[in-house]
């Protein structure tokens, strides 16, 4: 069983930064692939980015080159740093994990309890 709890959540503005944490219990965090995924209100929950096991690292076309995904095994965290952010950008974010390869579906095997981030204009 692993628990992932998530955090840097918040309101910003347009353009500003922020990184999202997300802790994972459990000894076997490395072998995990890891993913975030966001959902806005009245969306589907959308895949944002992943990183495997051997840190390969997929992204969403929405956020590449304003988002990078990163893990920091020794402290069994997955990290999202969030630049240049966008009003669209506002919604619940996710982290997940999943034994094997990292997925663009939700098909993950784990998941937090989500963090909000805002968007202002």
């Known amino acids: 069983q692993v628990q992932l709890v998530e955090s840097g959540g918040g309101l910003v503005q347009a353009g500003d930064s922020l990184r999202l944490s997300c802790v994972a219990s459990g000894r076997t965090f490395s072998s995990y692939a890891m993913g975030w995924f966001r959902q806005a209100p009245g969306e589907e929950r959308e895949f944002v980015a992943g990183i495997s096991w051997g840190r390969s690292t997929y992204y969403a076309d929405s956020v590449k080159g304003r988002f990078t995904i990163s893990r920091d095994n020794a402290k069994n965290t997955v990290y999202l740093q969030m630049n240049s952010l966008k009003v669209e950008d506002t919604a619940v974010y996710y982290c997940?994990?999943?034994?094997?390869?990292?997925?663009?579906?939700?098909?993950?095997?784990?998941w937090g309890q989500g963090t909000q981030v805002t968007v202002s204009s």
């Open positions: 997940a994990a999943k034994t094997g390869v990292v997925a663009v579906s939700v098909k993950y095997d784990y």
